[in-house]
């Protein structure tokens, strides 16, 4: 079983930055993609940056040039930089493992989330 335990969620002021890390533990093979969903209250689960094994990533046109991702695939670690936060970034921030091969076979697999808070 794959668990995903994020962190560096917080209050931030406008304009600030933070950044979020996502660990992987358990007995994983390879993991095919890392990314990072984000919900609001009230809004649905939407896909904010992505980045897969070979370092090919996708960014939300809403965070593109004021976020980054990046992952050590030997520690199966992603991190989100977040840059020039705005308010509307406020959300919960969930961690994703997609494709991710262990003794079990082939499956997706979240994490439980970390709140980020854009305010003055």
């Known amino acids: 079983q794959v668990q995903l335990v994020e962190s560096g969620g917080g209050l931030v002021q406008p304009g600030g930055s933070l950044r979020l890390s996502c660990a992987a533990s358990g007995n994983i093979f390879r993991i095919n993609a890392m990314g990072w969903y984000r919900q609001a209250p009230g809004k649905q689960r939407d896909l904010v940056a992505q980045i897969t094994s070979n370092s090919i990533t996708y960014y939300a046109a809403s965070v593109k040039g004021r976020f980054t991702i990046s992952r050590d695939n030997a520690n199966n670690t992603v991190y989100l930089e977040m840059n020039s936060l705005k308010a509307e970034d406020t959300a919960v921030y969930y961690c994703?493992?997609?494709?991710?091969?262990?003794?079990?076979?082939?499956?997706?697999?979240w994490g439980k989330g970390t709140l980020v808070t854009v305010s003055s």
């Open positions: 994703n493992a997609e494709g991710a091969v262990t003794k079990i076979g082939l499956m997706d697999y």
